[in-house]
Every structure is written in structure tokens, then in C-alpha cells.
């Protein structure tokens, strides 16, 4: 057999990727990435020595989509719409939610279970994972475990274990990842960025991130409900469920409304977080806090997340930047409407207040950003530009996966980083408490209760070395 085409439970037995990160950088993309004191590398390196196949940038990439329903088939559309690369196979736990892309797609080959798909890995070269936020890890490292390029949704993973052990493998694996940050991807955005870096507003003082979400999105605030009605025949209840603790099965959850639970989601601040503070983390190369303050929060409830909060992030000096605040508000709470003149505010966005003016991203995706006083940027032009651009979002992972620059939204210096940041606030709210936070340890030195939700507890049948 050859090197690169074992069966994945064969491979999974032989290999382990312990859940640290080494100092994470790439080198193909022309970009300054953000660089986290991060723990030793893995223990256990690709031992099996799996090596992706070479792909010529001629050649059209063969492409796995686990979760082909809802998200997934918009990726699946783009895909076919930018890339023109093969859809080779299907899989997806809802049957009525797959219709769509088994029908347009009839020639892939069809799954209900992600890992029977892994097992005819020979077929592709790579996985794009848009399934619920807590299977995010566990399908994406098994496939970067074969030797898959992957593309995953938004954010990276449900811990902070996981997240750093994607990112570890993709690096121990010399993979091409991508998370689904779309607006990272526009060109407006990397202007954007570049405008950030070249010291337009001065040096950072604080920083103020908000999201309409949950609110009538999805829902938090709740707790687990009583009614236990049979699952529909269209859903595979045990395989939605995978990893996550089994639970009777409630229409409250899925599809879509899983977001808010804590058993499979990271609530608004996991899902939105990652988008609006992208243009934030990728213009001043923030680093990563080391605490969490809970400002003021609706009532919190074990199940899920608050229906709304108020948080400060607190970040040390690092880098080129002096200490600051990040300030994070969901549920429909904005910062004051001061910071920008008192104009409107959108339901997203992200407002950066510099030593020499305030930059404010309008909306998630950091494509619109207007600066602050008007009259002082009134005649400002776009720098020189030092950033790649991208065809679109999902052909610079396409690219990327031939031999291509790695994406700006890749795994390790953004990606895991990114969702690291957003998982410490869900620490907070998890635990009711502020904490401190020990990057190298990858834990808290004054809450306990907070580390126990660092890593999780994958349930029997479904568990993976190295991950839970």
C-alpha cells in the first residue's frame, strides 16, 4: 500500500498529534503573521510518514464535503462557481438538508457517516468540513491525519485543545488549510489591513467588538428541554450527536439552532467573534490575551450560552502594541455610539481607537471601514499594497492545496489564534468567573474550573487520540 493511502482507522491507530502548537508562521503568503508564544511541538511527529499527493496547479483538486447541508452547500456553490475543481463526495447526517447538493452534485458519492468517507480517502485530496462547531476537530484532523488539505467553518473548533491540535497537525503535515472567514478573503478587507499596518490611526488604546447575535438567531439563555420527541427518519441522530455527550433528540437543536448550546457550539461570541475582530487581529497582529473580566451578562444557565453579554479581554503589551482592552458585547449591546461621532451603528462590526484616530469596520466581514475624525482622513489613499490577493476566498485555498501561497486565513497563524481568543470568553462565561490565562500552559492559574473546559470529553465509541 502506498504511503499516503492507508485506510484511516489503520492510519489513526499508528499516529497521535499531542495538543500543542510549535511557533506558528508560514512562509508562502507575502504577509507579517501573528506569532504566539506557543508550547513545544508535538511529541509525536507524522511518524507514518503520511505526505499529501502532489497536485499540479493544471489539475483540478478532488474534494470531500462533510456537512453538504445549510453552510456547506453555499461552500459547495462557491467552490464550483471560483474554482471549477470536482465535488468527488457527499456526506451529511440530514438527508433533507443534503437534498440540494446530492442532487446538483449526483455524480459524488454519497455518506452519511464521515468516517466511512475517510476510509475511501484514495478518492480525494481534500475535505471541506461544515458540519456543527463540535465535530469541527474530530473530522478535520483525521483528515489532515491521511494527508487531506482542509477547509473548515467558522470558528476553527469548540475548545481550545482542539483548535491548537489543528493547528499543530496541519503544520506537522505540511497541509493547506483554510477557515471559513469569507471577508479575510475580499481585497477590500486587505486594503483595509494594510491601511491598519501602516500606522493610519497610531497605536492601538482599546478595542470594541459587538454581534446582534444570538438574539433571534438562535437560543441561549435556556436550558434543556423536557419534551424528548423521536428523531425525524431524515436524521441520523447518533451521527449528528458524534462526539457530544448523548442527549435525547429536540428540534431545538438542530439544524441550525445548535449554536447557543454548549455541547456543540461556541455561542455568539465563537461565531461572530471570528468574523468582526478578524480585521482587528490581522491589522495590529494582536497576540493573545492573558484575562477574561465578565463586565455584565444575562442570567447564565448550565446548558447554554447568556442571551446576551458585556466582556473585556485584556491583552499584555505584546509585539508592537502596549497593553489594551478588547471590549466584546452580544445579544444586541454596542459600545457607545461616541466613539463614532454618534452616526449609526451597525448590528456587527468592530471599532479600533488608536492614539491617532478611531478606525470603524462596519459590519462582519471588514470589507467597509470608516476612519475617524472624517475631516483628518478626509483625503486619505490606500497604501502601498504588501498583502497578496486572493481570486476569492475558497480559490486561494484551492490554490493553495496545488502548491499555491497559504491562505490568510489558514490554521495555524490565524485560524487557531483567532478562535483561541473567542474560546477564552466562553471560559469566562462557562465558568461565571474572571480569569487569568497562561498561554504556554494553555491553562488558568486562578480559576481551576475554567480548565476542565479547555479540553473535551469525546463520549465512548467516538473518541481520538490526541483530541478527546
Not at 441561549?220 to 419534551?227: D, L
Not at 457550539?265 to 482587528?280: E, F, Q, R, W
Amino acid at each position: 500500500m502506498d504511503r499516503g493511502q492507508q485506510t484511516r482507522r489503520a492510519f489513526l491507530a499508528s499516529v497521535t498529534t499531542t495538543a500543542v502548537l510549535t511557533s506558528c508562521t508560514t512562509t508562502k503568503q507575502d504577509v507579517q503573521p501573528t506569532t504566539v508564544d506557543c508550547p513545544p511541538p508535538p511529541a509525536k511527529p507524522n511518524t507514518a510518514k503520511v505526505v499529501p499527493r502532489k497536485i499540479s496547479p493544471n489539475e483540478l483538486l478532488n474534494i470531500a464535503v462533510v456537512g453538504c447541508g445549510g453552510r456547506g452547500f453555499d461552500n459547495i456553490r462557491e467552490l464550483r462557481d471560483t474554482t471549477k475543481d470536482n465535488i468527488v463526495a457527499l456526506c451529511d447526517v440530514d438527508t433533507n438538508r443534503a437534498k440540494q447538493a446530492l442532487t446538483e452534485f449526483s455524480s459524488a458519492k454519497q455518506y452519511s457517516d464521515w468516517r466511512k468517507l475517510l476510509d475511501d480517502s484514495t478518492s480525494f485530496d481534500a475535505v471541506l468540513v461544515a458540519t456543527p462547531d463540535h465535530m469541527h476537530a474530530p473530522v478535520s484532523v483525521s483528515a489532515m491525519r491521511l494527508g487531506k488539505h482542509v477547509y473548515c467553518e467558522k470558528p476553527l473548533a469548540r475548545t481550545i485543545h482542539e483548535a491548537r491540535v489543528m493547528a499543530s497537525t496541519a503544520k506537522e503535515y505540511g497541509l493547506a488549510t483554510q477557515m471559513g472567514t469569507q471577508g479575510v478573503g475580499m481585497n477590500e478587507t486587505r486594503t483595509n489591513v494594510e491601511l491598519l499596518r501602516s500606522g493610519i490611526i497610531g497605536a492601538i488604546q482599546e478595542v470594541h467588538v459587538w454581534t446582534d447575535r444570538a438574539k433571534n438567531w438562535w437560543p441561549q439563555g435556556v436550558e434543556r428541554p423536557k419534551e424528548t420527541p423521536p428523531a425525524p427518519e431524515n436524521i441520523n441522530w447518533d451521527l449528528w450527536l458524534g462526539v457530544a455527550p448523548l442527549r435525547p433528540y429536540n428540534p431545538i437543536y438542530a439544524p441550525f439552532k445548535w449554536r447557543g448550546w454548549k455541547d456543540f457550539g461556541s455561542g455568539a461570541i465563537g461565531d461572530m467573534g471570528i468574523h468582526n475582530a478578524a480585521i482587528a487581529f490581522l491589522g495590529y497582529q494582536l497576540g493573545m490575551p492573558d484575562g477574561v473580566k465578565i463586565v455584565a451578562t444575562s442570567p447564565l444557565c448550565s446548558e447554554t450560552f447568556p442571551a446576551w453579554a458585556e466582556l473585556q479581554l485584556n491583552f499584555p503589551a505584546q509585539g508592537n502594541n502596549p497593553a489594551f482592552v478588547l471590549h466584546w458585547y452580544d445579544g444586541g449591546h454596542k459600545p457607545p455610539v461616541s466613539l463614532i461621532d454618534n452616526e449609526p451603528m451597525d448590528a456587527n462590526g468592530c471599532i479600533i481607537v488608536g492614539t491617532g484616530g478611531t478606525a470603524y469596520s462596519i459590519d462582519w466581514a471588514g470589507n467597509r471601514m470608516q476612519l475617524y475624525p472624517k475631516e483628518k482622513f478626509k483625503d486619505i489613499k490606500a497604501p502601498a499594497q504588501t498583502l497578496l490577493r486572493a481570486k476569492s476566498h475558497h480559490a486561494e485555498w484551492t490554490e493553495a492545496c496545488k502548491g499555491g501561497p497559504a491562505p490568510m486565513a489558514n490554521f495555524i497563524d490565524f485560524a487557531a489564534p483567532m478562535t483561541e481568543i473567542m474560546q477564552l470568553g466562553n471560559l469566562a462565561l462557562r465558568t461565571g468567573k474572571d480569569l487569568k490565562w497562561d498561554t504556554k500552559t494553555a491553562t488558568s492559574p486562578d480559576c481551576t474550573e475554567a480548565n476542565a473546559f479547555v479540553k473535551p470529553n469525546y463520549r465512548d465509541g467516538w473518541k481520538i487520540e490526541g483530541l478527546g
